[in-house]
Antibody, heavy 126, light 109 residues
Framework: EVQLVESGGGLVQPGGSLRLSCAAS????????MDWVRQAPGKGLEWVGR??????????LYAASVRGRFTISRDDSNNSLYLQMNSLKTEDTAVYYC?????????????????WGKGTTVTVSS | QGVVTQEPSLTVSPGGTVTLTCASS?????????PYWFQQKPGQAPRTLIY???NKHSWTPARFSGSLLGGKAALTLSGAQPEDEADYYC?????????FGTGTKVTVL
């Protein structure tokens, strides 16, 4: 069974740091791109960023709101995705979802978001 | 990147048809924005319904379809079921940076 399980959420003070993890199972993790998406309480979804796979040089992309503060990384040997969050602000309070992207060769090697984790909650508050 | 706007709420009768739209502040939405549509029910993670304008995932019910309509991305629900009551979000790519829409709450009543 394909599964994504996020962990590492919790309460942190403004200006602090936190590292989220996403454990993947049931598929060949190294073949896929991976995204982080977040959702503030009672609000809509916000794309946080992406890591591509080894074939695509592990390129990372970020939303403007987190660029320079958040870093996405992956460990293909451990089937894990990470989100290092520094200089946290109260507006970073959200549920953070890990999302898998799969290749669609018929669409010019396009990767699409297909599987979502259940999320982990981050609260930034003093 | 642009701001992506959706209708805040829509109501559809059981068995009826409703169309949700997704507009970009930068102009016409095209296939190059690779529009997605996601469904989210209360307390659950989102799930992907449509990607790259009109492509369905294996679990996407046939009553959902995606298209480009009048300069926007569109999601049409034909033959609405009570279980389709949910929040729906679109997502657009701006040269690899993605922006979610504001979301539409669909009520089946």
């Amino acid at each position: 069974e394909v599964q994504l399980v996020e962990s590492g959420g919790g309460l942190v003070q403004p200006g602090g740091s936190l590292r989220l993890s996403c454990a993947a199972s049931g598929f060949t993790f190294s073949d896929h791109y991976m995204d982080w998406v977040r959702q503030a309480p009672g609000k809509g979804l916000e794309w946080v960023g992406r890591t591509k796979n080894k074939v695509n040089s592990y390129i990372t992309l970020y939303a403007a709101s987190v660029r320079g503060r958040f870093t996405i990384s992956r460990d293909d040997s451990n089937n894990s995705l990470y989100l290092q969050m520094n200089s946290l602000k109260t507006e970073d309070t959200a549920v953070y979802y890990c999302v898998r992207l799969s290749l669609v060769q018929e669409l010019n090697n396009y990767y699409y978001m297909d599987v979502w984790g259940k999320g982990t909650t981050v609260t930034v508050s003093s | 990147q642009g701001v992506v706007t959706q209708e805040p709420s829509l109501t559809v009768s059981p068995g009826g048809t409703v169309t949700l739209t997704c507009a970009s502040s930068t102009g016409t939405v095209t296939s190059g924005h690779y529009p997605y549509w996601f469904q989210q029910k209360p307390g659950q993670a989102p799930r992907t319904l449509i990607y790259a304008t009109s492509n369905k995932h294996s679990w996407t019910p046939a009553r959902f379809s995606g298209s480009l309509l009048g300069g926007k991305a569109a999601l049409t629900l034909s033959g609405a079921q009570p279980e389709d009551e949910a929040d729906y979000y679109c997502l657009l790519s701006y040269s690899g940076i993605y922006v979610f829409g504001t979301g539409t709450k669909v009520t089946v009543l």
